[in-house]
């Protein structure tokens, strides 16, 4: 089972200010296989990024994501209000599915 | 639109068994499979299994592994998951997901809240 770690666990910024969630994964991720979702509290997680790089629909050019093998990114060019979120990694090339841990972005 | 439409919250005690249902439209049912993930309270996101709408075959986690059973109904577009002998640590919001055609979990359910308690 691939393991992915998330981090920070939390990170505590201002409007504006650019954000950069890290997920480390346990083994080796197929870059078309690696996704990123934002969740609010009492929603269903939103599809950010799949493949690692590439917005799903309707997602604004502030996020983008990145990296290859083990390391990922995330990064929000410039953090909106409704940006303050939980975020989440997942791999989907390899069965079990996982999901990373989450990184919360909060409001400082 | 594709939607996916799943069944209202349910409280259960401990060992009993719960079946949510997920209802899809907005696009030709067996073309997809259905995801079944997770989320207990304050916690992450726990990915439980996948069923096929074209054949019915499945893929589950295996810390579930005989207490799940996911099934389809292609005469309503419907997708299940019934999880049985269950206990307080099953308590939690039950997402059914649809992936998108390029990658990634792209449509999910409302969410269906089941809780475990005596």
């Known amino acids: 089972e691939i393991v992915l770690t998330q981090s920070p666990g939390t990170l505590s910024l201002s409007p504006g200010e650019r954000a950069t969630l890290s997920c480390r994964a346990s083994q080796s991720v197929s870059s078309t296989s690696l996704a990123w979702y934002q969740q609010t509290p009492g929603q269903a997680p939103r599809l950010l990024i799949y493949?690692?790089?590439t917005r799903a629909t309707g997602i604004p050019g502030r996020f983008s994501g990145g990296g290859s093998g083990t390391d990922f990114t995330l990064t929000i060019s410039r953090l909106e209000p409704e940006d303050f979120a939980v975020y989440y990694c997942q791999q989907y090339g390899s069965s079990p599915l996982t999901f990373g841990g989450g990184t919360k972005v909060e409001i400082k | 639109q594709v939607q996916l439409v799943q069944s209202g919250a349910e409280v259960k005690k401990p060992g009993a068994s719960v079946k949510v249902s997920c209802k899809a439209s907005g696009y030709t049912f067996t073309s997809y499979g259905i995801s079944w993930v997770r989320q207990a309270p304050g916690q992450g996101l726990e990915w439980m299994g996948w069923?096929?709408?074209?054949?019915?075959?499945?893929n589950y986690a295996q810390k579930l592994q005989g207490r799940v059973t996911m099934t389809t109904d292609t005469s309503t577009s419907t997708a299940y998951m019934e999880l049985r002998s269950l206990r307080s640590d099953d308590t939690a919001v039950y997402y059914c997901?649809?992936?998108?055609?390029?990658?990634?979990?792209?449509?999910w359910g409302q969410g269906t809240l089941v809780t475990v308690s005596s």
């Open positions: 069923i096929s709408a074209y054949n019915g075959n499945t």
């Open positions: 493949g690692a790089s």
């Open positions: 997901a649809r992936y998108s055609t390029s990658g990634g979990l792209g449509y």
